[in-house]
């Protein structure tokens, strides 16, 4: 079946340490985000790509790096710069057809302490 | 950027009601989506509805693009229609590629 993983489902850091969030999508799609939600909030958009090796800021990037090296992996790392990392994240894909729906993964909830 | 606002922020229900949802945004948009987070934070895509109106069972979709909003109903309410609704538009400054979401709508139905 087709869809969109993201491993692991929880995640616990300590305060100051990298991590690394992984989503595989084995859909074919060109673009995919991350996106970042909060309790009680909506998504907020971190990056996005668009094409392999390309990959563009959303609206809360600071603190936040992706990398976008193979069409079927888009990795997001927390850095030890992001300010409240706590959080759900939830990473999607869609094809580039304008009339193409979001696809999401079921998300990494990340707990820094 | 653009704005995107959800409204009634909350809405509870009894089984079996009819609901409406309601999105405004802030610009012309090319790209409206409407999206169902279950209670376990999956997110299904319900609709892609830029204009007009579409229907999937209960569900149904209406977006009057020159007046910048969208409606989301939902008749004969199930206790599984709980969760959060949200709707999310592209930028039309960014292309189609960057999605902006309301702050969404938490619907519970009361068996």
């Known amino acids: 079946d087709g869809g969109i993983t993201q491993s692991p489902k929880y995640l616990f850091r300590k305060e100051g340490q990298n991590v690394t969030l992984s989503c595989e999508q084995n859909?074919?799609?060109?673009?995919m985000y991350w996106y970042r939600q909060d309790p009680g909030q909506g998504l907020r958009l971190i990056y996005y790509?668009?094409?392999?090796?390309?990959?563009q800021k959303g609206d809360i990037a600071e603190g936040y790096s992706v990398s976008r090296e193979k069409k079927e992996s888009f990795p997001l790392t927390v850095t030890s710069a992001q300010k409240n990392p706590t959080a759900f994240y939830l990473c999607?894909?869609?094809?580039?057809?304008?009339?193409?729906?979001?696809?999401f993964g079921n998300g990494t909830r990340l707990t820094v302490t | 950027g653009i704005q995107v606002e959800q409204s009634p922020p909350d809405l509870i229900l009894q089984e079996g009601a009819n609901s409406t949802l309601r999105c405004n945004f802030s610009?012309?948009?090319?790209?409206l989506q409407w999206f169902h987070q279950n209670p376990w934070g999956q997110l299904i895509n319900l609709f892609y509805i830029p204009s007009g109106t579409k229907q999937n069972g209960r569900l149904s979709a209406t977006t009057v693009a020159t007046e910048r909003y969208s409606l989301l109903y939902i008749s004969s309410s199930q206790t599984t229609d709980s969760g959060v609704y949200f709707c999310?538009?592209?930028?039309?400054?960014?292309?189609?590629?960057?999605?902006?979401f309301g702050t969404g709508t938490r619907l519970t139905i009361i068996p």
């Open positions: 610009d012309s948009v090319n790209n």
């Open positions: 999310a538009v592209a930028d039309p400054n960014f292309g189609n590629e960057k999605l902006t």
């Open positions: 790509s668009q094409i392999v090796n390309d990959f």
């Open positions: 999607a894909s869609r094809d580039r057809e304008v009339n193409s729906p979001l696809h």
């Open positions: 859909l074919n799609h060109d673009a």
